[in-house]
Nanobody
Framework: QVRLAESGGGSVQTGGSLRLSCVTS?????MAWFRQAPGRERERVGY???????DYANSVRGRFTISRDDAENTLSLQMNSLKPEDTAMYSC????????????????WGQGTQVTVSS
């Protein structure tokens, strides 16, 4: 069982930046960020493997950066040039299997942290 806890959410104006963090109780191969806005399906923002391979949703590519510090068991999401459509509950997820990165489902989830971007 891997426990995850997010922090860093908040409110920001359009064009601003936020950095989310996710502290985990263990080191897993694949770690990812997801988001879900009210009335919309959950979207995978991006993932990072233990080898440092990353992938991002088209909606955030070039604006968001995922990183991990395995020594500190921390996953981060740097969000720049934020837009109102980035408003959502952001959750981190982790899994031990390589194929989960691309295909899911992730076994372990955090509770989420709210990000609100105002225009």
């Amino acid at each position: 069982q891997v426990r995850l806890a997010e922090s860093g959410g908040g409110s920001v104006q359009t064009g601003g930046s936020l950095r989310l963090s996710c502290v985990t109780s263990g080191n897993t191969y694949c770690m990812a960020w997801f988001r879900q806005a009210p009335g919309r399906e959950r979207e995978r923002v991006g993932y990072i493997t233990r080898d440092g391979i990353t992938d991002y949703a088209n909606s955030v590519r070039g604006r968001f950066t995922i990183s991990r510090d395995d020594a500190e068991n921390t996953l981060s999401l740097q969000m720049n040039s934020l837009k109102p459509e980035d408003t959502a509950m952001y959750s981190c997820a982790a899994d031990s299997w390589k194929t989960t990165c691309s295909y899911g489902p992730f076994a372990f989830w955090g509770q989420g942290t709210q990000v609100t971007v105002s225009s």
